[in-house]
């Protein structure tokens, strides 16, 4: 954690609010995403969030203790080795399995909601 906080202290002030700059265009995108099903709002989410723990230690130790956030940096980070286009289609698969969870989820409560009538 020294090494990343370090890391973080580092960053130029510009650069660090260029990568504010970017992640507010990644939560307007993710906000819009969500909304519109042809924008995958759940990536450009997750993208935020990575880029804003890059930037704040803070939120970089949030994100820690959250638990699913957990599972998915660890299987973000473990792509670190792939290609840029193969990274790019690997978040793709990781987005449709994601929404595919989220509409089962969706079915199964509507489901519930049905049988307590």
């Known amino acids: 954690m020294h090494a990343l906080r370090s890391k973080q202290q580092s960053m130029p002030l510009y650069l660090k609010g260029l990568c504010l700059l970017i992640v507010g265009l990644f939560v307007l995108m993710g906000i819009v995403g969500l909304i519109l099903p042809i924008i995958p709002g759940i990536l450009f989410l997750f993208l935020a969030a990575l880029l804003l723990a890059k930037v704040s230690s803070s939120f970089d130790a949030a994100l820690n203790r959250n638990k699913h956030m957990r599972y998915w940096r660890r299987r973000w980070d473990t792509t670190n080795n792939l290609p840029l286009l193969q990274r790019i289609k690997l ?3 990781i987005v449709a399995k994601a929404a ?18």
């Not at 595919?100 to 009538?117: F, H, I």
């Open 91 to 93: 978040s793709f698969w």
């Open 100 to 117: 595919v969870n989220g509409v089962e989820a969706a079915l199964k409560s509507l489901n519930k909601m049905r049988g307590d009538r």
